[in-house]
Structures are given as structure tokens and as C-alpha cells.
């Protein structure tokens, strides 16, 4: 078992498989799932665990399985040459399983952990009637004919496979199916083909067990018909075949009384077929466990199916937090980052413009077209002050980003509420609404409001100040701009005297063009600065998403699979069971060697 983790992995495996199949037991739809999440816990439990823990191969399981009063304990009394199982008119008689050895054969092959675990053993002798999760072991004396089979091999008598339904006895018959080496379906006379059963056939000819089939009850002379029509209308119709299909035609009640001398033909074949299949049981038992690791492997996505509407369910959660956050954010942009004027910027226009005029000497010069510059800055002033009162001032960061998020919550507790009645997961969200949910979302959005101000606080000054430090740090830079600056205005007074020959109308012309340039020149830093508070502003975005609406976001889709919920349990269950398949079959086919393992 070293292989295997001291069988902490197959214990996880047959545990989440066990826990799954009781969160299908109550869904009407789901309770086929049950039954193949039973049959594959018992498989790990009660076939590859014991194997690769080199329990011995004998005895070999038999199990004897059908429908409700179709003859299994009729064939028990055949198999044991002993009338000791209770064969009963009564349809569905047999209620546990019961274990058939030779009181002779050896006492310790029920001994190792996990030996049909979720069935208890019962220590007294009862009647096959008791319908608990039980089971029982009889001791079949050995007479000398009797002998040869009882004594290599444990027969079960099993309770009937009538129903899917995954409560009462039909996980017992599952759990003795997964051990069962050697499987034999009983069918009689008009219920050959009973749905339900053959259901189950095609299931236990899925773990490739050996299958014999048995027909019971019909005239000597239509075995052979019967045996024909069943094989073309039922296993014809699946995709593996039984290994035989017997006719037991009709005993008579002295044959049933005294099978061992009465119905000696009958029996030989039977006790033959079975014979061969078991015969060497090291070889038998191997078949069997590459066959149960195979169907294992091969069916996973099936045992997780009966997950999908949980999955289904988590997923539709999940696209609903998202679509809420996308909304938080376009509200975020449309209601505050669009309007926001980041006032830095317009002061570091400012500075990168005051940056352009010329310095020490050149001041003289400057401060002359400051004051040539004059009528332009005076009407500019009085004109940006009256467009400035029509714009929109923008709404306060918190308070936008706050309703942002009561919308947000708002419309997933909405539709939690509505949805309450399709799924349990919509239905433990509403709880979580009434509960605390939306306060904690509440928590994580201050939390996160804080560490996305704290991240923010700099980054908007600092871009703000490189519009006119970069240009600092760069004196080339700066000397050529300034030159091509004065040059400008020195072209735009030179112009004005060209145009106006010197004269009374210079004194309008060269402010006239002195102010165009100065236009000119601030028009092209304000496209600058501009470029650059829309940067900003979708780094703002970025920050927000990455800091507030992002981790909410995540949060709230997880919820429903956290603090211990069934959802919870549900997403461990669906991530492990996988993995703990492809290992256990990867340890199986270590132990069974390339030929053998496929
Ligand atoms: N005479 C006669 N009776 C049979 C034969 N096979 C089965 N029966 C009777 O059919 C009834 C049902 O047989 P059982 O062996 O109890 O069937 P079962 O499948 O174990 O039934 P449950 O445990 O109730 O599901 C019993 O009364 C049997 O005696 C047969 O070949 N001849
Ligand atoms: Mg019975």
C-alpha cells in the first residue's frame, strides 16, 4: 500500500465517492448516479484495495443478483448443494446479503479494513428478511458432492435490483457487486427483459466481471428460444456480452427439496461454468482488477455527472457576479473617472508653458511678450471662466463607487431570491443575503477601497508632475523648445511690422500674432497634458478593477463554495476524485505489469 500513500489516497477516493453519492440519494433524478457512485466506492473498497494490499485471491466472490423473486436464492441452494438460503414466494424476500463458505474453508477472508464498510456484520443468525444495512455470513456444511465449489469460493445471496432508488437495499446488492469476482444475473420466465435489471446487467458488464446469465423457470423445451430471444433482445442490445447464458428450466418442488441428487445436470452446469471462470483464482482475480481500474478510469466523467447541475448552477452564479462587476465599473467611469478634471494636470500645463518661456536675460525678453501677450490673456481669462461654469463638475469618488456597489449587491440578492427554488446553490446564497453576505461584501469593498486610494494617491501626482520634470531633467530638450519658442514670437512681431509697414496698426497687429502663437503653443502642451490625464484616467480604471471591483468579484463568486458549505465539499470532491482515479490506476498497473494491465 506504500504506493498509495498508506491508503490515505484510496480512503480521500472511496470517502468524496461515498459523499457524492449521498448528495445524489435525495435527487429523484440523480439516483442512477447513486447507484454507479456506490458500485464504484465498493470497487476501490472491496476489489483494488484488497489486491494491491496482497489479500489473497481466495475464495473468489460469486454473486448472485436479479430481479425480485426472479430465483437468485434458488440458485444459492444450487450453487451450495445445501437448501439453506430461503427461496421465498414472496417477491423481494431477500433484503440483506448474505455470504455462503464452507464451514470448512478458511474463517479470516472478510478481515481487511474497509471490507464493505458502510454494512454492518451481523454477529447472530437472522432471517434474509431483515432490511438493514447489514450483512451475514452462513457456513455451508460440506458434503462430499457439495464440496468442490463451496470450498474455493464465498456465494452471495443478494437482495433484488427492482428500483434505481438510492435508498433501502439496493446499495447493499451494489456493495456486493463491487467485490463480486464472478457475477451471476438471474431473470425468469416473463421478465426477461425487465427494464430496471437490465439496467443493472449493463452496469456490472461495464467492470467487465464475469458475467453468467441465468433463465430460469420455463419448459425444458423453450430454453433454447428463450435463451435466443435473450440474447438478441438484451445483451445483443449492450455493449459487452455475458460470458454464458444457462437455462434452468422449471424444478420441480423435490428437485428444489434435494438439488444436490435431483437436480444433478442442471447443477454440474452451473457449478462448471462457474468453476472454469475462477480456475486459476490468482488469474480470476487479476482479470477483475484490471477490469474495475479500467472501468474506473474510463468513467470518471460519469461519477462526476451527477455534479453537473451544481456545477451548472456555481457557473451561473459566477457569470452574474461578473456581469455585476462590469456594471460596477461602468458606473464607476460614466458617473465619476469621466468628469474628473485631475486639477494637478491643468497646473502642470502651467508649469509647461511657464517652462517654455526663456530664463535669466531672456526674461527681459519674455516678460516684453508677456506684456505684448496682454489683450490675448485677458480675453482668454474672461473667456474660460465663462465655459468653465457650464462644465460638468464630477460627483465625490466614494459615494459613486458605494451605490456602485449597492446596485451591485442589490441585483445579485435579486436574483438569488428569484432563482431560490431551482437550486440549492441560489437558495444558500439567498440564506447568506439574509445573513451577513452583503455586509462582509461590504467590508472587502472598504478594504479594498483603501489599499486602491493608497496605490493611487501618488501615481496621479507623479504623472501630473512628469509632464514638467522630464522636460527639466532634459536641458537640450528644454533649450531647443524654448529657442523655437522665441523664435515663433519673434517671427509673429516680425510678420506684424512686415504686414503693417511700421504703423499705428502694428499696435494691433503684433498682439494679434503674438496671441495666435501663444495659442498655438498652448493648444499643442494642452493636447499633451490631455493624452496624458486620459492615461490616467484608464489607469485609474485598471487600479479600481484591480483593487476593488476585481477581488470583490472573486470573492463573491467563491462564496457559495466556502465556509464549510456543501458547495464546498462538492468543488474538493469533483478536484480530488480525478486525480485519485489516475493514480490508483497507475498503482494498479505498477503492481499488474504492462501485459496484463489493458
Ligand atoms: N417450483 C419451482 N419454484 C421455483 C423455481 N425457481 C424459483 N422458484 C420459486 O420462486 C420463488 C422465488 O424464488 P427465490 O429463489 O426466492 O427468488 P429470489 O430471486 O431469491 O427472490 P427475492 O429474494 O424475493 O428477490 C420461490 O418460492 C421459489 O421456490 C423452480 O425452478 N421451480
Ligand atoms: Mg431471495
Redesign the pocket.
Known amino acids: 500500500m506504500n504506493e498509495l500513500g498508506s491508503g490515505t489516497l484510496t480512503s480521500q477516493l472511496v470517502e468524496d465517492l461515498g459523499w457524492l453519492e449521498e448528495h445524489c440519494r435525495n435527487r429523484p433524478l440523480q439516483v442512477v448516479h447513486a447507484g454507479q457512485l456506490r458500485l464504484a466506492a465498493s470497487l476501490v473498497r472491496n476489489c483494488i484495495v484488497p489486491f494491491l494490499e496482497n489479500q489473497p485471491a481466495t475464495p473468489l466472490h460469486v454473486a448472485v443478483v ?1 430481479g ?7 440458485v444459492i441452494n444450487l450453487l451450495t448443494g445445501a437448501v439453506i438460503a ?9 433484503r440483506h446479503p448474505i455470504a455462503y463458505s464452507s464451514a470448512n474453508g478458511s474463517p479470516d477472508w472478510s478481515g481487511h479494513t474497509g471490507f464493505l464498510k458502510p454494512l454492518r456484520k451481523l454477529e447472530e443468525a437472522s432471517p434474509a428478511n431483515l432490511d438493514e444495512d447489514v450483512y451475514q455470513l452462513r457456513k455451508v456444511p460440506e458434503e462430499p458432492i457439495a464440496a468442490n465449489l463451496i470450498r474455493n469460493f464465498v456465494v452471495w ?1 443478494c ?2 435490483m427492482t428500483t434505481w432508488a438510492a435508498t433501502g437495499y439496493v446499495p447493499r446488492l451494489l456493495e456486493i457487486a463491487g467485490l463480486a469476482d464472478i457475477l451471476i444475473y ?1 431473470a ?1 420466465d416473463e421478465r426477461y427483459n425487465d427494464e430496471i435489471p437490465t439496467q443493472f446487467l449493463q452496469l456490472l458488464l461495464q467492470t467487465r466481471k464475469p458475467v453468467i446469465v441465468c433463465l ?2 420455463m419448459k425444458e423445451a423453450d430454453a433454447p428460444a428463450i435463451i435466443a430471444h435473450f440474447q438478441r433482445e438484451v445483451l445483443g442490445k449492450l455493449a459487452q456480452d455475458a460470458v454464458a447464458c444457462l437455462a ?1 428450466p ?4 423435490e428437485q ?1 427439496a434435494d438439488p444436490v441428487r435431483l437436480a444433478a445436470r442442471t447443477r454440474i452446469t452451473l457449478l462448471n461454468q462457474v468453476g472454469v471462470l475462477g480456475d486459476p483464482a490468482p488469474a480470476a482475480r487479476r482479470r477483475v482488477v484490471t477490469g474495475a481500474a479500467r472501468y474506473l478510469t474510463t468513467n470518471c466523467e460519469q461519477f462526476l455527472a451527477a455534479a453537473r447541475q451544481d456545477v451548472a448552477a456555481l457557473e451561473d452564479w459566477r457569470s452574474l457576479v461578473q456581469a455585476g462587476q462590469v456594471e460596477f465599473d461602468n458606473r464607476y467611469r460614466r458617473e465619476y473617472l469621466s468628469s474628473e478634471k485631475f486639477a494637478s494636470f491643468d497646473e502642470a500645463l502651467v508649469r509647461l508653458l511657464d517652462l517654455l518661456e526663456l530664463p535669466g536675460a531672456g526674461k527681459v525678453v519674455s516678460n516684453t511678450l508677456w506684456v505684448v501677450r496682454t489683450p490675448y490673456r485677458l480675453i482668454k481669462g474672461w473667456l474660460g471662466k465663462a465655459l468653465s461654469r457650464s462644465e460638468a463638475a464630477s460627483l465625490p469618488e466614494y459615494p459613486v463607487l458605494e451605490q456602485s456597489l449597492k446596485g451591485w449587491l442589490d441585483m445579485l440578492h435579486k436574483e438569488a431570491v428569484r432563482r431560490a427554488d431551482d437550486h440549492g446553490v441560489w437558495a444558500h446564497i439567498e440564506t447568506g443575503f439574509d445573513s451577513d453576505l452583503a455586509s462582509l461584501a461590504r467590508e472587502r469593498f472598504e478594504q479594498g477601497f483603501r489599499s486602491f486610494r493608497l496605490s493611487l494617491a501618488d501615481e496621479v501626482e507623479r504623472t501630473a508632475r512628469a509632464i514638467y520634470e522630464e522636460l527639466e531633467k532634459s536641458p537640450v530638450m528644454l533649450a531647443t523648445l524654448r529657442s523655437g519658442n522665441f523664435a515663433l514670437d519673434v517671427a509673429a512681431i516680425v510678420g506684424a511690422f512686415t504686414i503693417g509697414h511700421f504703423g499705428v496698426q502694428d499696435f494691433v497687429l503684433v498682439p494679434l500674432l503674438a496671441a495666435v502663437k501663444q495659442q498655438i503653443i498652448e493648444l499643442l502642451g494642452r493636447q499633451y497634458v490631455d493624452n496624458q490625464r486620459e492615461q490616467i484616467r484608464t489607469r485609474q480604471q485598471l487600479l479600481e478593477a484591480q483593487y476593488i471591483s476585481g477581488p470583490l468579484a472573486e470573492w463573491l463568486a467563491q462564496w457559495p463554495a466556502t465556509g464549510g458549505s456543501t458547495f464546498e465539499r462538492l468543488q474538493a470532491a469533483l478536484r480530488r476524485i480525478p486525480l485519485a482515479l489516475r493514480q490508483l490506476d497507475a498503482t494498479v498497473a505498477k503492481v499488474l505489469g504492462p501485459s496484463e494491465h489493458r
Open positions: 436479479g425480485a423473486g426472479v430465483g437468485k436464492s434458488t430461503e427461496a421465498n414466494p414472496q417477491a423481494g424476500f431477500t445471496d437482495p433484488d438471474v425468469s430460469m423457470k434452468i422449471f424444478l420441480t418442488p428444489l
